[in-house]
């Protein structure tokens, strides 16, 4: 064999150069070079990420990966965040755990979201890990408080505890005790899902007090303004900070003892909470408001003058989420005062009211596209939309990388010509060359679909609902868009021939959504049978896809490449295409 | 990365796709019969629209058929139980009416003629659902499109997360009228709870703020809950073992009977149907299909009456 320079390093030296290679990718990369270099990467890789727990199956990860430290899971389609994935889905962690167990004794961060976590995986967790640090839990749910006892008991070292948008099972707030009065190294504590009206507050004062390390700290809503002032004095250095009620009776003691918490916090940068507010006591922030550089508001019901005062107190402001009432006049204000926005995201107030309730249209945005020159993220909703302004916003904002836009009523074409969209959506993808995710809404044709097949070559995922004439839509997005990774798409006319004649692109995506359009139960059946590396699976609350003929269209269908096969623990309403699987009528 | 080479699986090979500029020729309404891709499924002839709508006409007498045999299996058991309350009516929470889940037709997200066609152009997605009372729930997980105010409601739209849409419901935003107006003018928020079946192997969640009446939500709560009640879940190799055994099947054929509670702000278990609808929305905070046996100890008068 020839003695290359490459070949002759000791493992050693490539393990320890693999060592500052971090990106998932690029190690995937090095892992292709050789055999060789495959088997040291495999051994030192201690970082997972799967976008799809359904991929792959945990032993699948454990024989390739022997010593991971650090695992990442997802679960459910991103659409069942708006209800439209059934309760029982699917999504389990618990054999994922009870697996890593076994093979990971030193495993110490785990990362989920959108799955179902159940006490007994916390518990597992909790007596399986010795070095356990990490959890976080984003928008999970299948938990109780009694679950969280079991962490916050045996993980002497824990430094984050990450609950965000997660259903939990408030049974006791009495979980915040179980920590153990040596444990001191928390970093970072989110609790601001939590309805419990009891967090014990006592314990999470003196939790508080005894970790002097932690810099992120997001209180529930049930915890009062009076009580933010003792756990900010107790916790200066902290750097993130959600607040829970903002309410409270305007007195001047209050505010005072508000105001000089605040402004003791010198590493302040990132503030979130603010359920309930209390307009008067929004000036106790001032002091540290030229700091911000993240203010979420989005459950602040206050009006655009507070919000207009708030925002031009904060001039190094990146990122703002907030709700509609900020108004056109208020994003007016912020794109003056904020020239370092990277990211906006605007949420309605009253999202199913028929007439609008506030003063926010496109004018508010365009603003902001004219103002905020770095601006790379939106998220943005309102009733009225043009093609010109969308025009100008893709103009302005070449550096776009996430665009997503909802037209509250679907089907709403351009407001001043009654034309669709397209022409403006288009004019985004062609403007926008590193757009990576984008979300379409109001009247569509299949034109925008050959915008965004044309110009959306670095697009990764689309989100499409009410839009559209024809599988030619479909069609031009999955032979055009090369880095397309997940596709969702609802109460579209999209059938079964582009899908069919895109089969193989199904196999380079993570996955693919599809619900009220028209696909039918035949088609699904032969890409079932003719891709074994899909995973097809129709869903159906109602009754069995069989017992209809085959040219009858599918209720929902959630396609995913997998090496892991079909999978076993699916409910009644889900049917797995693959012929494997037996489906009894 | 390279763009991924087609398969020809079904007798469709590139050529045949129209090319984006005849395709941009056209107005905005493209006009499919140039455009259509033809399937040539192997042995088969590509069904054409029409045909298309008449498979699923005549499907929908099919389904009606299929659909007897669901319903008779729920004729034979499932007697649910409700104690009255206003709109209860006399039907049981989940007696089996004129054919179960008979929708006339499946729906496919809830228009009563389904996104599958309209006509034999281009297909209208169907947007928003009709506010038809009978149809009480889609195919949806039960979230029904009962329009409560003057909009009916597409399930999933807009897309915001249930966490915020929580939040916002639970407290009403400010405005100028003050708190006695604020929650009127909220009109359809959402307040999703949570519901469990004794036997089920997990909850479901419902929005009661879509129901008008204890009728609607019972008929609702019906088609979600009755898949368990008919042993489906033993027939997809669900390894769980909470699912129903054949045991307790024979049970509910037999006429064991399952009541309606809820767990009231206060934290007390309480009958579903004593009290007016609007309060039981503004205090419920789950619910639970419990077996009838298991249900006498609960503090209501109209324990265990069937309907009024």
Known sequence: ???????????????????????????????????????????????????????????????????????????????????????????????????MAGAYPWLGEIRLKRMVVTDESLELIAKSFKNFKVLVLFSCEGFSTDGLAAIAASCKNLRELDLRESEVDDLSGHWLAQFPETCTSLVSLNISCLGSDEVSFSALERLVDRCPNLRSLQLNRAVTLDKIANILRRAPQLVDFGTGNYAAELQPDVFSN???????????????????????????????????????????????????????????????????YVEDSGLEELASSCKDLQELRVFPSDPFGVEPNVSLTEQGLVAVSLGCPKLQSVLYFCRRMSNAALVTIAQNCPNLTRFRLCIIEPK???????????????????????????????????????????????????????????????????????SLRKLEIRDCPFGDKALLANAAKLETMRSLWMSSCAVSFGACKLLGQKMPKLNVEVIDETEPPDSRPESYPVDKLYIYRSVAGPRFDMPPFVWSMDEAVKILH | MSKPIEHDYIGLSEQQLPSMEKSSDKKDGLHLKDTELRLGLPGSESPEREDHDQNV???????????????????????????????????????????????????????????????????????????????????????????????????????????RKNTLAAHPPKNDDGDGNAEAKLGSGCLYVKVSMDGAPYLRKVDLKIYGSYKDLSSALEKMFSCFTIGQCGSHGVSSGDGLTESRLIDLLHGSEYVLTYEDKDGDWMLVGDVPWEMFTDSCKRLRIMKSTEAIGLVTRQCLLPNK
């Open chain 2, 57 to 163: 006409l005549s499907l929908k007498s099919f389904v009606s058929g299929a659909k007897r045999g669901f319903s008779d299996a729920l004729d034979g058991g499932g007697n649910w139980v409700f104690s009255g309350g206003s709109g209860g009516g006399t039907e049981g929470l989940f007696s089996p009416r004129r054919g179960g889940k008979n929708n006339g037709g499946k729906d496919l997200s809830g228009s009563d003629s389904g996104s599958v066609l309209k006509d034999g152009a281009a297909q209208k997605p169907s947007v928003v659902q009709e506010k038809k009372p009978q149809v009480a729930a889609t195919s949806s997980h039960g979230n029904g499109n009962i329009a409560p105010a003057s909009k009916a409601q597409v399930v999933g739209w807009p897309p915001i997360r249930s966490f």
């Open chain 1, 412 to 482: 709403t074409p351009d407001y001043l010509t009654l034309d669709p969209l397209d022409a403006g959506f288009g004019a985004i993808v062609e403007h926008c060359k590193d757009l990576r995710r984008l979300s379409l809404s109001g009247l569509l044709t299949d034109h925008v679909f050959e915008y965004i097949g044309t110009y959306g070559k670095k697009l990764e995922m689309l989100s499409v609902a009410f839009a559209g004439d024809s599988d030619l839509g479909l069609h031009h997005v999955l032979s055009g868009c090369e």
């Open chain 1, 1 to 99: 064999m020839q003695k290359e320079m490459a070949y002759s390093f000791p493992d050693e030296v490539l393990k320890h150069v693999f060592s500052f290679i971090q990106s998932d990718k690029d190690r995937n990369a090095v892992s292709l070079v050789c055999k060789s270099w495959y088997e040291i990467e495999r051994w030192c890789r201690r970082k997972v990420f799967i976008g799809n727990c359904y991929a792959v199956s945990p032993r699948m990860v454990i024989r390739r990966f022997p010593e991971v430290r650090s695992i990442e899971l997802k679960g459910k389609p991103h659409f069942a965040d708006f209800n439209l994935v059934p309760d029982g889905w699917g999504g389990y962690v618990l054999q994922w755990i009870a697996e």
């Open chain 1, 258 to 324: 508000l105001a000089g918490a605040f402004s003791s916090c010198k590493e302040l940068k990132s503030l979130s909470g603010f359920w309930d507010v209390v307009p008067a006591y929004l000036p106790a922030l001032y002091s540290i408001c030229p700091r911000l550089t993240s203010l979420n508001l989005s459950y602040a019901t206050i009006q655009s003058p507070d919000l207009i005062k708030l925002v031009s107190h904060c001039p190094r402001l990146q990122r703002l989420l907030v709700l509609d």
